[in-house]
T-cell receptor
């Protein structure tokens, strides 16, 4: 079983749509959680950290459910520029900095 | 945010040759840098953790004699792929940890090096 699992997609949605991505992780000792965005043939860039209380940054909302070992990302009012691959990332323990990446979920927003 | 650079961005080499990739933290010091590899349509896989002034820590299954890592200063780590073979063709990405604007540590990634071995 993969340590971090994501639906690879692709998710094809029209502009303005709301789309949700899910991610599950296998190591219950995982401490920190992130969503990264990766554009084609580019490096990943941090989108947001994910906290147990849930957090929101503009059109993006991230949720963490430790009991179910489940992380989600909600994108509201999708823009064409949101088209990318979204990577669910887990850090096993504090300050090790060893990040475990999911394979990513590809989003394509069309006009 | 913090800036990490890599050089070269793209390299094509012949089978059996060695290739060196540089990773630099441009506006901060990084005692620890990380090297990842990403094959097409796959996730980033951590290869090794590069520690300034000491030996790198390699992940299981990564050959340390094939992927030589040197972290000679607080702003530079290098990855040398020795005796490269076509199966080493991949996207190699480094990252470094820095304190972000929120005060929490964040990892910043270099732009990656696309290696093609013919």
């Amino acid at each position: 079983r993969k340590e971090v699992e994501q639906d690879p997609g692709p998710f094809n949605v029209p502009e303005g749509a709301t789309v949700a991505f899910n991610c599950t992780y296998s190591n219950s000792a995982s401490q920190s959680f992130f969503w990264y965005r990766q554009d084609c043939r580019k490096e990943p860039k941090l989108l947001m950290s994910v906290y147990s209380s849930g957090n929101e940054d503009g059109r993006f909302t991230a949720q963490l459910n430790r009991a179910s070992q489940y992380i989600s990302l909600l994108i509201r009012d999708s823009k064409l520029s949101d088209s990318a691959t979204y990577l669910c990332v887990v850090e096993i323990s504090y300050n090790t900095d060893k990040l475990i990446f999911g394979t990513g979920t590809r989003l394509q927003v069309f006009p | 945010g913090a800036v990490v650079s890599q050089h070269p961005s793209r390299v094509i080499c012949k089978s059996g040759t060695s290739v060196k990739i540089e990773c630099r933290s441009l506006d901060f010091q990084a005692t620890t840098m990380f090297w990842y590899r990403q094959f097409p349509k796959q996730s980033l896989m951590l290869m090794a953790t590069s520690n300034e002034g000491s030996k790198a820590t390699y992940e299981q299954g990564v050959e340390k004699d094939k992927f030589l890592i040197n972290h000679a200063s607080l702003t530079l780590s290098t990855l040398t792929v020795t005796s490269a073979h076509p199966e080493d063709s991949s996207f190699y990405i480094c990252s470094a940890r820095s304190r972000g604007t929120s005060g929490a540590y964040e990892q910043y990634f270099g732009p990656g090096t696309r290696l093609t071995v013919t």
